[in-house]
């Protein structure tokens, strides 16, 4: 549940989940944050090696080389759905193995944390990928708010449009919203008069396809936010260089009292 600053200054050994869109600089910050002496537990990391690391292997017939400098294999085992692509049982079931692998990975923060404080860590950010707003698992949200205070890095207009422009420049493989999926793919066949799947162009579709799961994504990202923890516009930590700039934004941005 959220906290007020005295809550947030009074936890000794503090344990930040950053969450928001791709590209919007929780992995700079977690860096910047481990430079400082910090934990960081990398869930895209995590998902791409120890929860689906096997079965990369098994899938692209090829040695896991997933890094935390490239998931560039990551982002190819999960694919594109279209002609000469993946066929789409085949990347349903990629889908639905990614979704797995990322709740499992959110499931052990408490043990990635006492792990860290055994070894001599005293504060740990949690790297959370673009899609964690796509856990609708009250239960497993309900524990990593237990045991770290999630910041939503708010993209602002600006930033909304460059990454929307990416992904029509360079479409890419993407996590898809669950309960929206496969409504889009008809929508998509039923626009472009196709029969199936594999008569669709899947650059095309990541293109006509990534507005429609960023506007989807906008208001989980700031329910998650309001139920559990703190909205932080992304202009705020432009400039951050230490630790104790990025705790005193935080600070900052919590309430007295509610």
Same mark, same amino acid.
């Given at each position: 549940? /959220? ?29 910047? @944050? ?65 979704? &797995? ?30 899609? @964690? ?7 497993? @949200? ?68 990534? /507005?429609?799961?960023? &506007? ?38 919590? /309430?007295?009292?509610?």
């Amino acid at each position: 549940m /959220p906290i007020t600053k005295s809550d947030f200054n009074k936890i000794e050994n503090k344990v930040i989940t950053l969450m928001g869109m791709s590209g919007i600089g929780k992995t700079y910050l977690s860096c910047l @944050l481990a430079k400082e002496g910090w934990f960081h537990y990398s869930c895209d990391l995590e998902i791409g090696t120890t929860y689906l690391g096997a079965e990369i292997e098994e899938t692209l017939g090829e040695k896991n080389t997933v890094i935390a400098e490239d998931l560039s294999q990551l982002s190819r085992y999960v694919g594109q759905l279209g002609a000469g692509k993946l066929p789409f049982d085949e990347f349903k079931r990629r889908q639905n193995t990614y979704f &797995e692998a990322e709740c499992e990975s959110l499931r052990q923060l408490q043990k990635v944390v006492a792990q860290a404080h055994k070894g001599g860590f005293s504060q740990v950010v949690n790297d959370s990928t673009g899609s @964690l707003c796509e856990i609708d698992d009250e239960v497993l @949200l309900d524990a990593v708010d237990e045991n770290s205070l999630i910041v939503y890095i708010k993209a602002n207009a600006e930033e909304e449009k460059h990454v929307l422009k990416r992904a029509q420049d360079y479409p890419k493989p993407m996590f898809f919203s669950p309960e929206r999926f496969a409504f889009w793919v008809e929508e998509y066949l039923t626009v472009n008069d196709l029969k199936d799947t594999n008569e669709m162009d899947a650059d095309d579709f990541g293109r006509w396809v990534f /507005p429609r799961l960023f &506007e989807n994504r906008l208001p989980k990202y700031q329910y998650i936010a309001d139920k559990y923890g703190v909205t932080i516009p992304s202009s705020a930590f432009h400039g951050v260089t230490t630790s104790n700039d990025f705790l005193k934004i935080i600070e900052s941005h919590l /309430p007295d009292e509610y």
